[in-house]
């Protein structure tokens, strides 16, 4: 199977307002390369006197997160989630607003190299959706991690080869990968302007185009290019603290009107909303992702970045 050895990044530990947060990445295991954006744990401790703490996580690539201790209350559109501890995300333009308390919690990114790997459902088939993972066919195949990674006696190396070891199972071949990597990269790029661009860069047809991404990566291409473009500015933002938006814009808007409309469509609010909320869990998770992966969110990863 490979060269099989795998990066640890150091704890990476925020301490602020009453509460405790430790975020530890972990690459998968050279045999899955491009499928993940990462393995990850978290630990959040709150003080006694503090309530539970909401957040918003970004538009992303489908998810699985295990809960011990404390489970969230997870809300995407019109979808909501509570008191599991296996929750499932699909694919992502819209924010999943999310309340949790103290917990421990394993959490799987799935690049669309992985969601081909790993999934029989089409992407976009299970776009926008959080649910119980143990109760959704796209997802119940992962269900039984959940007594390995909330095992109480085990430690957190025993976790992880628990993880590694169910993937290696469940993983299968597919025969779209190269197309599924040629896609990919020419959207984290940036540097197509047009749906038409971009299906150039990846020799092949716009309609081929419009069944890849619809299949592995939730979206038509053109949603696809203004997702990337929308979130390489919001990146900008939240690791700048203190910036303003005209300094994260990306140069492919052609005017702040533009970029806050499609804030909008994306996150549900305005930018000044959005700038004037508390972030105690997303800001400090992406800082620590930065400096452990060198990208601070999962849509900004690239196959390659993956291990």
Request: overall charge negative; some cysteine; charged content about 20%.
């Amino acid at each position: 199977m490979g060269d099989n050895r795998q990066f640890q990044s150091a704890p990476s530990a925020t301490r602020s307002g009453g509460y405790n947060l430790i975020a530890e990445f972990r690459d998968p295991p050279a045999q899955f390369e491009g499928c993940f954006t990462t393995f990850y744990h978290v630990s959040l401790d709150i003080g006694p006197d503090r309530a539970p703490l909401t957040d918003y996580l970004q538009p992303e690539w489908g998810n699985i997160r295990f809960f011990c201790g404390g489970t969230p209350e997870a809300v995407i559109g019109e979808q909501r989630v509570a008191g599991a501890r296996f929750v499932a995300t699909g694919p992502s333009t819209l924010p999943c607003r999310f309340t949790v308390g103290a917990m421990r919690m394993w959490g799987v990114g799935f690049l669309p190299l992985g969601w081909a790997r790993f999934f029989d459902a089409e992407a976009s088939a299970c776009a926008n959706i959080v649910c119980a993972g143990a109760d959704h066919p796209a997802f119940t195949r992962f269900a039984d991690l959940d007594e390995s990674l909330c095992d109480p006696e085990a430690t957190l190396d025993e976790q992880n080869a628990a993880l590694v070891a169910t993937m290696a199972r469940l993983m299968r071949p597919t025969r779209d990968d190269a197309r599924i990597r040629r896609v990919h990269t020419a959207l984290v790029s940036g540097e197509q302007a047009s749906v038409h661009d971009l299906a150039d860069a990846c020799a092949m047809s716009i309609r081929t185009l419009e069944r890849v991404c619809a299949r592995y990566f939730g979206f038509s291409p053109k949603l696809l290019m203004r997702r990337q473009r929308f979130m390489r500015s919001l990146a900008t933002f939240m690791l700048h603290r203190g910036s303003r938006w005209t300094e994260a814009i990306d140069d492919h808007y052609h005017d702040q009107a533009q970029f806050t409309r499609e804030f909008h469509a994306f996150m549900t609010m305005n930018p000044s909303e959005y700038a004037a909320l508390d972030h105690p869990i997303l800001t400090s998770f992406m800082e620590a992702r930065l400096r452990a992966r060198g990208s601070a969110a999962q849509t900004l990863d690239t196959p390659q970045d993956s291990n």
